[in-house]
C-alpha cells in the first residue's frame, strides 16, 4: 500500500507510472481526494522506481521497496518538503534527493562563474577546482549509500553508475604500448558492478542507459561484434526474469 499526500492539490488525480528499460508505463492511478491524498494497492506496487504523476507534470519519483509506505508533501517543493514513513528505501532515496537539489544549485552558480571567468586564467581555475571538489563530494555520498546500505535498490544504482577503473597500459618489452588496451579493459569489465540477479534494476532508469551504451558505443558496429556483444548481456541476465526479459526484447529490436 502506498499512501500519498500532496498537500495544494485538489480535483485532480495521480498516476504511478513505472520505469522499465526506456520505457514508462502507467500502472495505477486514483483521484485525490479533499487532503490531496490517495492511496495505490496491490500488484501495481512492484519493486522499482516509479514516477508520481499528476495531469501535465511530473511531481517526483519516489522508490519503492517496501508494501506498506506512507509519503506526505506539498506542492511548492514536493522533494525537499517530503516526509516519508514505512520504507528505509524510500527514506535513504528523498535524502538523496533533497542532496542533490540543494548540490544542484550549487553547481548551477559555480558553472556560471566558471563561464563568467574564462578571460581570467587564475580566478577560471579557481572555479574550475571548486566543481571537481563537488563531484568529488557527490561520489563520496554515493560511496557512504552503497557502504551503508548495499542491499537498498539505491546502493545498486550507486553501484552500477561506477566507471571501471582502468590501469595504465602495460609495457611491451620492446618499449611500445598497446594503445587499444585501456578501451579493451573498460569494455570487458563495464558490468562488474551491476548486480544482474537483483531484477529490480530493470525498473531503474540506469539500467537501459547502460546497456544502450555498451551495445551502441562500446561495440563496434559490425554483425559479428554486435551479435558478440548482445551474446554477452543475455548470458548475463539469463536466469533474472526482469533483466533477460529487457535485455532479449531490446537486443533483438534495436
Not at 516509479?50 to 522508490?63: A, V, W
Not at 506512507?70 to 532515496?93: C, H, R
Not at 529490480?200 to 537501459?208: E, K, V
Not at 547502460?210 to 548475463?236: F, G, H, N, W
Amino acid at each position: 500500500e502506498l499512501d500519498i499526500t500532496v498537500k495544494g492539490l485538489k480535483d485532480t488525480s495521480l498516476y504511478l507510472v513505472n520505469y522499465y528499460g526506456d520505457r514508462n508505463y502507467g500502472v495505477d492511478s486514483g483521484k485525490v481526494d479533499k487532503n490531496g491524498r490517495v492511496v495505490f494497492k496491490g500488484d501495481s506496487l512492484a519493486t522499482g522506481v516509479f514516477m508520481i504523476y499528476c495531469p501535465g507534470k511530473l511531481l517526483f519519483d519516489i522508490m519503492v521497496e517496501d508494501r506498506f509506505m506512507t509519503i506526505k508533501t506539498d506542492t511548492i517543493n514536493p522533494i525537499k518538503n517530503q516526509t516519508n514513513s514505512g520504507s528505509l528505501g524510500q527514506k535513504v532515496f528523498n535524502d538523496y534527493q533533497k542532496y542533490s537539489q540543494e548540490l544542484g544549485e550549487k553547481n548551477q552558480y559555480l558553472m556560471q562563474q566558471f563561464e563568467a571567468s574564462k578571460g581570467n586564467p587564475d580566478e577560471n581555475q579557481k572555479w574550475r577546482d571548486s566543481l571537481i571538489a563537488l563531484d568529488k563530494q557527490v561520489n563520496e555520498y554515493r560511496a557512504n549509500v552503497i557502504s551503508k546500505y548495499p542491499d537498498l535498490l539505491l546502493a545498486k544504482i550507486f553501484r552500477m553508475m561506477k566507471e571501471p577503473e582502468v590501469p595504465e597500459p602495460p609495457v611491451r618489452e620492446d618499449g611500445s604500448i598497446d594503445s587499444s588496451f585501456q578501451f579493451n579493459y573498460y569494455r570487458d569489465h563495464f558490468w562488474d558492478n551491476t548486480d544482474w540477479k537483483d531484477e529490480r534494476i530493470a525498473r531503474t532508469p540506469i539500467f537501459h542507459k547502460k546497456l544502450e551504451k555498451y551495445m551502441l558505443k562500446m561495440t563496434l558496429q559490425s554483425p559479428d561484434s554486435i551479435i558478440a556483444a548482445a551474446d554477452r548481456v543475455v548470458a548475463l541476465s539469463r536466469g533474472h526474469r526482469e533483466n533477460y526479459k529487457w535485455v532479449v526484447y531490446w537486443v533483438t529490436s534495436y
